[in-house]
């Protein structure tokens, strides 16, 4: 079994600044890649940014590009997503998942966590 559980997410004033974890487990996930995935009510989720097993390449979509740095430890199985300079726009469910696949397709990601909310309010 894969289990990947998000938390970190919370009500924030536009401007402000979160700071999301993705603890993995289950499997060899030390050169799986992972990725960070939102999805506002009533819409489809979108690609927010993805890391790969080295940590040293990313991929950020424009809308939180300069604002958005993805991160890992893999020491403690952990990817990050910190949020800075947040807009109302950015108001989502923020998912992580994980596998072999790096890139903007979520439907080469085999893994996939709950979410956690976060609000931005103006």
């Known amino acids: 079994q894969v289990h990947l559980e998000e938390s970190g997410g919370g009500l924030v004033q536009a401007g402000g600044s979160l700071r999301l974890s993705c603890v993995y487990s289950?499997?060899?996930?030390?050169?799986?890649?992972f990725a960070w995935v939102r999805q506002a009510p009533g819409t489809e989720r979108e690609f927010v940014a993805a890391?790969?097993?080295?940590?040293?390449?990313?991929n950020f979509a424009d809308s939180v590009k300069d604002r958005f740095t993805i991160s890992r430890d893999n020491t403690e199985n952990t990817v990050y997503l910190e949020m800075n300079t947040l807009k109302p726009e950015d108001t989502a469910v923020y998912h992580c998942?994980?596998?072999?696949?790096?890139?903007?397709?979520?439907?080469?990601?085999?893994?996939w966590g709950q979410g956690t909310q976060v609000t931005v309010s103006s």
């Open positions: 289950g499997r060899a996930f030390a050169t799986y890649n």
């Open positions: 998942a994980g596998g072999q696949y790096f890139g903007t397709y979520l439907g080469g990601y085999l893994w």
């Open positions: 890391i790969d097993w080295t940590g040293r390449r990313t």
